[in-house]
């Protein structure tokens, strides 16, 4: 799959993974024209591998033309954190019974939330993302928990990004961001509201493993009820220590390489 493109020191494997991260900032259905401008190639580049990835099923083509993420994709990301979501996931189900409200399972993935496993329920929520998908840590409970928690030198390269907002409520300054973490690993969970989706709040606390961070459990709740989310950190505590004690014979590394450095 070798070819030119517009840098000609990028390597095939940076164009392969543009082509594939090209439907990670759109989520839908991409023309090839659209592809080439998301991975920063020549139409033919993209077109040469556009079509080898269909082949191999990492891409699919839809009847107008138009492509997608192939199953072959979702195959593969069902071994990722696997041995951390099997497990875990009777406890993440258990918390969702007992509470009632979508609960989800969380580790770092750089300088954002992967969402591991997700129980949904029956009430209305705004979703921002899905098992498999990605969000910043600073606008979720989730990522604030995994941020307090982490080594401090995490939580300072983090504030070098550029904090975006999602909504109106999103904290984006890096000193009222810090202060908030500050107070998180103080009180020992995390709080959002609408501060990833309007209508939605959130709230969390760390999952620890041999005494290091190693993800974090939280449940996403209508807005109008962000009153009373405190109310279910004891089930979010007692679940948690659950899936400490199920997870310790697993070594941290291989649950999930969750510790790596910021990606581009």
Request: proline residues 5%; positive net charge.
């Amino acid at each position: 799959m070798a070819g030119g493109s517009r840098d000609p020191g990028r390597s095939v494997t940076d164009k392969v993974l543009s082509v594939l991260t090209a439907f990670e900032k759109e989520r839908r259905a991409l023309g090839l024209s659209e592809i080439a401008v998301l991975a920063d190639l020549p139409v033919s580049t993209a077109h040469r591998l556009v079509g080898e990835l269909t082949e191999w099923g990492f891409l699919s083509r839809t009847p107008h033309g138009r492509y997608q993420l192939g199953l072959r994709i979702w195959e593969l990301a069902q071994n990722v954190g696997r041995q951390l979501r099997e497990t875990a996931r009777p406890f993440v189900q258990d918390l969702y019974s007992l509470t009632g409200e979508n609960a989800q399972l969380a580790v770092r993935d750089g300088s954002e939330v992967l969402y591991i496993d997700r129980v949904y329920g029956t009430k209305r929520v705004p979703r921002a993302s899905r098992v498999g998908g990605r969000l910043p840590m600073h606008s979720t409970a989730v990522g604030k928990v995994l941020l307090a928690y982490e080594e401090p030198w995490v939580l300072e390269a983090y504030l070098n990004l550029e904090l975006a907002a999602a909504t109106p409520r999103t904290i984006t300054a890096p000193g009222r961001l810090a202060a908030e973490i500050a107070q998180v690993r103080e009180q020992g969970f995390a709080e959002t509201f609408e501060e990833i989706r309007v209508g939605a709040c959130s709230i969390a606390v760390p999952v620890f493993h041999t005494g290091r961070i190693g993800a974090a459990l939280g449940l996403v709740i209508p807005s109008e009820q962000s009153g009373t989310m405190q109310k279910h950190l004891p089930a979010l505590r007692a679940v948690s220590a659950r899936i400490e004690r199920a997870t310790a014979h697993i070594p941290l590394e291989t649950l999930l390489d969750s510790h790596q450095v910021f990606r581009r």
